[in-house]
């Protein structure tokens, strides 16, 4: 059954994560792979090309895993690095090929280990698309490019984001958003709207869709919402530009992006 949540169905989301990671190798065929990427401090496209590529094969692995009651370990996922870097962007893409056929062929609704919502494949497919789009993003600003977002991809990025966050890495709570009953509200524009609610709690934090007061609002165009929440983009600079709008308790705000990185 698909989720009425996600903006595209399973065969949909793993074309277009090859589709990204096909413009990610064109940037790396063109570009010095030692170039750093400044939305990933300490990265170069070469790192960038093989965590995209590493990712891919790992989603696939946990799509096939005998058990799906628990990961895989990524480090027993064998990716066939090659020596020659040259051939990093070919590699990237036949890769992401073979992670989406072997997505596709397990299909949307089989048993699968997920670290956000149901446990099911269809949130690999969802997960590679916005995983790679995301990394498209820093591999155009590494190389001077200006990177596009459809307002759609924007939204459903950001709608998937609430739901991965608490499982995208061990930390202790107090590195990972988490309060008292305080509430952030985002809303989007620019062609297609959202609106999402956090509430913190001690543990962590709960979120649903829709339209509420917070004591933080957080407005703006889905793809300005996207990289401030991402990170791809400074909150001031998005203010200074009128591409966002904050009302309310900006600390409460910048204290969610402070704790809240991928």
Known sequence: MADPHY???HATYCGLFVEQAARIAEIAADTDLDTPVPSCPGWTLAKLVKHVAI????????????????????????I???ADRAEYPAWLVAGAERAAKTLWEAGADAEAWTFGGAPHVRFWSRRMFHETL???????LAAGVEPEITPAAAVDCIDELFAVMPGAGPRPVDQRPHG??????????????G??????TPDGYTWERGHAKGDVALRGDSRAVLEVLYRRGGLDGALADAKVEVFGDRALLDRWLALSAL
């Open 80 to 82: 066939g690095l090659p």
């Open 134 to 140: 995301m990394h498209r993003v820093d591999a155009e």
């Open 55 to 78: 990712a891919h094969a790992w989603a696939a692995a946990n799509a096939v895993a005998a058990s799906p009651a628990a990961p895989v370990d990524p480090r027993s996922v064998d």
């Open 7 to 9: 903006a595209w169905d």
């Open 195 to 200: 609106e999402w609610t956090v509430t913190l």
């Open 180 to 193: 008292n009953g305080e509430t952030l509200h985002f809303h989007t524009s620019g062609g297609v709207a």
